[in-house]
């Protein structure tokens, strides 16, 4: 067993922080982590191409792992994966227009939908996640400007199940500030709370776009999970285990371009009863 500390969000949060300030190489002797978690993982390949961290597997302080297979497949710049052996872990690239993955799309999320059900996930939650995963991408080309710089992905370990979505576009605030509506924003925070607002988008409060995004989140946050988003300058992350009382917290991070968005579940009572 690795005896490593998990690479976590807030072990990259504070790698990025020390990068930021040029003081990670005085830091770096001292740590070793290892990534098994997807979500940090694809956070720092995007915050690897922007130059302010090492690609991850030349890291010196970190293991990959679990992410040994998933790294070598997404640096071999392949356009769709899923794991030979296990069938557990796979990625996405996106191409221009939805309509050029829409055939693809299925059969990965077909694979994305029984990684989570062999999790013991209940089909139809397995279904869910495959539906937001669709959501999460139907996004980056709608509103990220760059709609060939997205990923998804997805892996399933022991009882939990994780998906994230990342671009390298222009970002929720420039995406928001596009519409007149929104044209005065000036706070990242603040924009990714709107952009998981009910009716909130691009296209205008009266266009009656953007109300379906927000309850897909709700749904899954409730399957104790935890989901982070990242744009700018700020994450949103929604704690999901405090059931009935779902907390969304704002914080200040190192610059990310584009968006980032992370679902983590874990499989409980309810995610897996009939």
Known sequence: MDSRPAFTFAALDGLAFAAAKQRLSALAPGMSYGANALGPFLELVQLGAGGLLPRADQAPWLTLGGMTQFDAALRSGR????????????FFRTGAKWSE???????FALAAQKA?????????????????????????????????????????QGEAFEFAVADSGIGVL???RSCADYAGLADEGKALRLALTD???RYGAQSGRGA?????????????????????????????QKIGDMSAVTAQKVRLPGFLASVS??????AGAE
């Open 79 to 90: 356009k769709q994966w899923v794991c030979p052996d296990s069938k557990a872990a796979g």
């Open 101 to 107: 993955d829409d055939t693809p799309w299925v059969g």
């Open 116 to 156: 989570a059900a062999a999790a013991g996930f209940h089909r139809r939650i397995a279904a869910q996640f495959a539906a937001a995963l669709g959501e999460m991408v139907s996004n980056v080309h709608e509103h990220s400007g760059a709609p060939t710089s997205g990923i998804a992905a997805f892996m399933a």
């Open 174 to 176: 420039e995406s928001l």
């Open 199 to 201: 009716g909130v988008s």
């Open 212 to 240: 379906g995004f927000r309850p897909i989140f709700v749904g899954l946050a409730n399957l104790a999970g935890m989901l982070r988003f990242r744009s700018g300058d700020h994450a949103l992350v929604i704690d999901g």
């Open 265 to 270: 579940c874990q499989l409980n009572a309810s």
